[in-house]
């Protein structure tokens, strides 16, 4: 990802996202490692401007493209890994949480799905998917947080598989994570893939426009408006 300053994904930046992943499934790619250019942030997660006072289409179009780009991501054959060289809350945070496995640079950057501090509500397959990966108990205790984990705190409850010194070593360790695929029969590994994932997927491709109504009708909401407009405020500040 390369949108300065943040990579915040924006509506430009989740349609290249997912035309890029869409390429990469018809070119049969042996893998791949979502990384970031920025030296701090892995991504800043949903572009907040998307969500303050939106227009209604352009809002549809956001969040039917978020979903597209997540179920590209997260049901790809190719094995994926990402490498988090930055901070990666909330929506950075799924992007990377939908790939295979997670490599991180240590020791200062945070991750986690930190939606409730910010008065938003981290849709159900955001929960599923930090669920799948941390287990159920520590998901319910991280999402009514809205908890950022340091790197040490992520591997510990299994939000991350390893801790990399720098990017460069994240980049070597997520080849080594797809060198190991390599070997594996294709069909074999990208069906046991999906096997564990059709559930998670399955509760989204079922109920598309209901939650894109829930993402809708929640921001149109005044006192969510409020919030996001409170929270753009104390960014901006910093
Ligand atoms: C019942 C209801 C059910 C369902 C509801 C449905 C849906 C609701 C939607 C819920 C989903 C939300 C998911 C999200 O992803 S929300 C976004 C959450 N993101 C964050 O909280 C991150 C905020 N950013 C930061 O914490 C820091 O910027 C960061 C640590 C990433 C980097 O810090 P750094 O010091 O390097 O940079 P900053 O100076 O803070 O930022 C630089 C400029 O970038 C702007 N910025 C930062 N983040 C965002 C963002 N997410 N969107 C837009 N813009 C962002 C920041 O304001 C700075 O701008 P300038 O001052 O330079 O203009």
């Known amino acids: 990802m390369q949108k300065p300053p943040v990579n915040s994904l924006n509506l430009d930046l989740l349609v290249a996202l997912r035309d890029t992943l869409v390429k ?11 990384t970031s250019e920025s030296p701090s942030v892995f991504s800043a997660g949903l572009d907040i401007m998307e969500m303050y006072r939106p227009d209604h289409n352009r809002a549809r179009k956001f969040w039917t493209t978020l979903q597209d780009t997540w179920i590209k991501l997260y049901s790809s054959p190719y094995p994926t890994v ?7 809350p909330a929506g950075g945070c799924l992007l990377a949480l939908s790939c ?3 490599v991180m640079v240590g020791p200062k950057f945070t991750i986690g799905l930190n939606e409730t501090q910010l008065g938003i509500v981290a849709p159900f397959w955001f929960q599923d998917c930090m ?16 908890k950022m984990f340091s790197v040490d705190e992520a591997l ?3 939000l991350i598989d390893e ?28 069906t046991v893939k999906v096997a564990f994932r059709e559930a998670t997927l ?32 104390t960014l901006k500040k910093k």
Do not use: W
């Not at 990402?82 to 990666?88: E, F, L, T, V």
């Not at 669920?131 to 809205?146: D, H, K, P, S, V």
């Not at 070597?172 to 594996?184: M, V």
């Open 131 to 146: 669920r799948n990966a941390i287990g159920e108990r520590q998901a319910e205790l991280a999402l009514t947080l809205g």
């Open 100 to 102: 295979e496995y997670r």
């Open 156 to 158: 510990k409850v299994g």
């Open 202 to 233: 399955n509760r989204l491709l079922k109920n598309r426009e209901a939650d894109t109504k829930m993402f809708l009708d929640f921001i149109s909401m005044p006192k969510v408006q409020q919030a996001l407009e409170m929270y753009m405020q």
């Open 82 to 88: 990402a490498a988090i060289n930055g901070h990666s």
């Open 24 to 34: 990469l499934e018809k070119e049969k790619c042996k893998g791949m490692i979502l």
């Open 163 to 190: 801790i990399a010194k720098d990017k460069a070593d994240a980049i070597s360790k997520a080849e080594d994570f797809l060198d190991e695929q390599s070997g594996l029969p294709a069909l074999a590994r990208s």
